[in-house]
């Protein structure tokens, strides 16, 4: 039987300017050079990362850089700890540097409030490639928590400054602040979430609302997806999270189906298209 289902890609979805530059910075040196090493997974998403692997990319992890000399080696846009510029330095490692400017910002600011002898707390995913950047800042001094119930029980000072990894949700941000003030602390409050993630809650709860059904298609790595997947699962309880058209089950759809197709701001188009493809057929 064919379920004839009408089915419309969320044209919001897809890579952020971030990632988008990253991707086109390391295409364009593996059409030069024919290989790149990376440190770390260029985008979370396991689909974008073997496509260029395909084309040459090598993806390295921190304890493999001080092994490496005179290479070319990608910052992609998570950012980078000072540590991995200095072993760059030392091994003539030239840095491909695609850090994405809204975490530079961050990172700058961060740099600074520790210089100033503030302490810094940070809203942020533990052991996230963003977060480590941002901590190494700090020489490993700032308190990264992923929920505000880690920090009961944990002595603070009277006063610091509060800053947010830049995927995080803005309301949670703000709801941490008043929570932490109400708490009696003196909180200065940095708020360098990215704009370009923020605005996306706010559509895609109105994407979500709009289709009998939703597929969110996502890397399961990308702590941004999980974050935007709840959000259609809040708008639309008939959300389906899949990393690859052959997660699709025919069985969740049924005939006239209206289907809404979206991502995180680490999923390719080329996937979400397959994915359209795959539920035009049934």
Not at 93 to 114: E, G, H, M, W, Y
Not at 115 to 137: C, F, P, T
Not at 249 to 254: N, Q, V
Request: glycine share 8%; charged share 25%.
């Amino acid at each position: 039987m064919a379920y004839q289902l009408q089915v419309t890609i969320d044209k919001d979805s897809g890579f952020c300017f971030g990632v988008v530059y990253a991707i086109d910075m390391a295409e364009e040196i593996l059409e030069e050079d024919g290989y790149l090493y990376c440190l770390g997974d260029i985008v979370h998403n396991d689909e974008e990362v073997a496509r260029l692997k395909a084309k040459g990319l090598r993806i390295i992890g921190h304890e493999q850089l001080p092994a490496l000399k005179n290479e070319k080696v990608l910052i992609r846009a998570h950012g980078e700890a000072p540590e991995t510029y200095r072993i760059a330095l030392e091994n003539n490692i030239t840095l491909i540097d695609a850090s994405c400017p809204v975490v530079l910002k961050l990172q700058n600011r961060v740099k600074t409030s520790f210089d100033q002898q503030e302490k810094v707390l940070i809203y942020g995913k533990h052991g996230h490639a963003e977060v480590i950047g941002l901590q190494g800042q700090t020489n490993g001094d700032a308190l990264v928590f992923q929920d505000i119930s880690e920090l009961d029980g944990v002595k603070l000072p009277d006063r610091f400054t509060l800053y947010s990894q830049t995927t995080k949700s803005v309301d949670k941000f703000y709801a941490i602040k008043e929570e932490l003030q109400n708490r009696g602390y003196d909180v200065k409050a940095n708020d360098t979430i990215c704009r370009q993630v923020s605005n996306r809650y706010e559509e895609l709860g109105d994407f979500a609302r709009s289709y009998h059904k939703v597929v969110f298609v996502s890397g399961k790595k990308s702590s941004n997806g999980r974050v935007l997947y709840e959000v259609c699962l809040k708008h639309n309880p008939n959300s389906f999270f899949v990393s690859d058209p052959s997660e699709l089950k025919p069985e969740l759809f049924e005939a006239g189906d209206t289907v809404g197709v979206c991502g995180a701001t680490s999923t390719p188009m080329w996937l979400m298209e397959q994915v359209k493809e795959v539920l035009e057929r049934y």
